[in-house]
């Protein structure tokens, strides 16, 4: 791959108490308790890091196992829900456009060229890291998608169970590959949904959601259990037991305030993705 361009290269001001340096009668006699602006190039140390990391790239992409046709299959996770959002094909070129942009490339087989995802629809997905598998014949782009990224509109392209397809039952775009935090949120949702016209005894998942004070008083509840956990010395199992607790009722809660979990899960990457002081000093300017 061709190295990148050469980065513009920014003049620096750099104050001097003398110009013993230059040729007699370029400086006019300048005063030594004078100071003067000398302009110098300050782009040649970016220039030459940039150049290591071009090569560091050209020896990651002759690392991988392409095959054939110079191709390698591509994943696209969620970084927050740890979702699969899609796959595709990549060859040498597709990979290091990803790495440079941090926009999920991929190689077309049918139109032979590159493609972006987004690049017609604006649901981009915005590349955090890359992984490889042990074998370096498989590649995982792990990123944060603007939108949808399945063409029909769904969230995913992997929304037809096996299992359903074996039962004769209907493929729903809505019938997501979830994990079990995120089914739990999509059952949640569905409770909330069905009490409107609710007739008999609601089911307690039903009751929290349309009883704020009882689901509050619950998160305490389970919150306090869970610290007891720790102070009187309980074992493992019942930590996570009461843990799990916590969730689900804290997962209620977010439901009657229309956040999701992957928004929480956001928040704590960012967190965690940079110190404490960083952190703070964040949290500082957006409160003020």
Known sequence: ??????????????????????????CGGFSKKKKINAIVFSSLKKFEKDINFQSKVDTLLDSIKWDDKGLAVAIAQNVDTGAILMQGFVNRDALATTISSRKATFFSRSRATL?????????????HDVFVD???????????????????GSETCYFTSISDLLKGQEV???????????SLESTISKRE???????????WTKRLLSDEKLLCSKIREEADELCRTLEEKEDSSRTASEMADVIYHAMVL???????????????????????IEEKQSRVSTES
């Open 1 to 26: 791959m061709a190295v990148s361009s050469l980065p513009c290269i920014q003049p620096v001001r750099v104050p001097f108490k003398t110009c013993s340096f230059f040729p007699a009668g370029v």
């Open 115 to 127: 493609w972006t995802k987004g690049e017609t629809s604006n649901n981009f997905i915005n590349i």
């Open 134 to 152: 042990c074998d370096r014949d498989s590649i995982i782009y792990l990123g944060k998608p603007d939108g949808p990224t399945c063409h029909t």
């Open 172 to 182: 729903e775009e809505t019938n997501l590959a979830l994990t079990t935090l995120y």
């Open 193 to 203: 949904l069905e009490l409107a016209g609710e007739q008999g005894k609601p089911s």
């Open 254 to 276: 977010l439901r009657r305030k229309d956040v999701k979990i992957e928004n929480v899960l956001d928040v704590l990457r960012r967190r965690f993705s940079r110190s404490g």
